[in-house]
């Protein structure tokens, strides 16, 4: 049985514990769900003071120069580049994931003429899916078709017809994780290309991009990287790549020289042609000093945390009754998933809303999944302990199956 002073002892442990003090964090309350929207950063609350008041208020358009509000796409990319192991001038935070798979995608098809299928597996993220079939539309299915694959059929259906792989490397239902390095060298040596959504890795795990001779990345600002809500996303595209690319949201700021005014497009260098229109700065600033707050601290130490704390989790609830009541959907590897655990129940949603009452904030994802999320920044193993507390709490009292939970909020 682990108690709650071996609970207390794990925090007394943890090199990481000194983090928790640099967030503003709701008093008595659990935060579970920083793999959906990471928690405010102290340091982005002045970031953001400064930038509007000092910046916008005060020196207006002069802060485009003067403050490098213009660059700040690619400074912002290339301090996420070193968490994803990409040398510089590889990314650029710009846009949101969606947006930036289309840019992908309609790159790599480009990269691969008679090649038409954009082969998915079956669970990944809509927005992906989504966007490959908006892309189909747009340029007929001869051109562009999405396939899906289970994930056991995947590397037997790479063919000459593929052009490239759309995969995530952390499931966001599961937190499975897929064989990144294997199946980037199988797709290569079918002559495809490979987009690796990174939504639930970057800053959670270690991601070798360059390593691992990956082609195009995409990954999430406002998850493990606490840039906050609709923080910008961003694009890495393997340097060798680069004379490659062809994107067509072919905005004004991923011209060569946006203020040439030319009546042409020419495309910027490298990844600055993935730029569209004008880059969000506010957003940008938030999510240039939440960055910082990950700068002391190593993937391993991170990936080490999340893991112990996603172990104890399972471990406290394989010692009662909720053993019995929750299904684990994760793989029980830890090694196999990401930064989170997926529980199925059949009142999940009920189950969620009521540990929310409870003050423990988690997810719920269709169609039964509880989904609790590990952020090793400023989640502490005691957390862990009161939240499964709290569970055990909300069953025995049954309060999951309150009517009002027949209704669901726009977000689950
Ligand atoms: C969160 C998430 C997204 C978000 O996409 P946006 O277009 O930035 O909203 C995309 N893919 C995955 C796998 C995600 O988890």
């Not at 040398?87 to 992908?104: E, H, M, P, R, Y």
């Not at 390095?181 to 270690?206: F, K, P, Y």
């Not at 949603?349 to 009521?354: D, I, N, W």
Request: hydrophobic share 45%; net charge negative; with cysteine.
């Amino acid at each position: 049985m682990i108690c709650v002073n071996a609970v207390k002892a794990m925090d007394a442990a943890d090199p990481l514990a000194y983090k928790r003090g640099e967030f503003q964090l709701p008093a008595g309350k659990i935060y579970l769900d920083g793999n959906s929207l990471g928690a405010l950063p102290l340091s982005v609350i002045d970031r953001l003071q400064a930038t509007v008041l000092e910046q916008w208020g005060d020196d207006l358009i002069s802060s485009w120069n003067r403050h490098g509000w213009i660059d700040l796409p690619q400074r912002v990319g290339e301090k996420i580049a070193p968490l994803i192991g990409a040398a510089t001038g590889q990314v650029i935070c710009c846009d949101s994931i969606s947006v930036n798979l289309f840019k992908l995608l309609a790159t790599a098809l480009h990269m691969r003429p008679g090649r038409s299928v954009i082969l998915s597996v079956e669970g990944n993220f809509p927005t992906d899916l989504y966007m490959a079939q908006g892309l189909s539309t747009l340029l007929k299915e001869q051109t562009c078709q999405l396939q899906q694959v289970s994930e056991s059929a995947l590397l037997d259906s790479i063919d000459e017809s593929v052009a490239v792989l759309l995969l995530s490397h952390v499931n966001f239902r599961s937190g499975a994780i897929l064989a990144m390095q294997a199946i980037t060298a199988a797709a290569h040596a079918a002559g495809a290309l490979v987009i690796w959504d990174l939504a639930h890795s970057a800053g959670a795990l270690a991601v070798e991009l360059d390593a691992r001779n990956i082609d195009f990345a995409v990954g999430c600002g406002y998850k493990y990287l606490n840039g906050g809500p609709g923080a910008p996303a961003f694009i890495y595209a393997a340097r060798r790549h680069h004379s490659a690319i062809k994107q067509p949201l072919s905005g004004w700021m991923g011209h060569r020289n946006p203020f040439a005014f030319e009546p042409q497009y020419r495309p910027g260098e490298g990844v600055q042609q993935f730029m569209c229109g004008t880059p969000p700065i506010l957003s940008l600033a938030a999510l240039d000093a939440a960055l910082d707050v990950l700068a002391d601290t190593s993937i391993e130490q991170r990936r080490q945390k999340s893991l112990a704390l996603g172990e104890l989790f399972v471990d406290l609830v394989m010692q009662c009754e909720l053993a019995d009541a929750l299904q684990l959907q994760s793989p029980t590897q830890a090694e196999q998933r990401g930064s989170q655990l997926a529980w199925s129940h059949p009142q999940a949603y009920g189950l969620c809303q009521a540990w929310i009452e409870h003050g423990v904030t988690a997810d719920f994802r269709e169609p039964d999944i509880l989904r609790v999320g590990f952020s090793p920044l400023y989640t502490s193993f005691r957390d862990i302990y009161e939240a499964v507390e709290r569970l055990r709490a909300v069953l025995a009292s049954g309060t999951h199956l309150d009517p009002r939970w027949q209704q669901r909020e726009k977000v689950t």
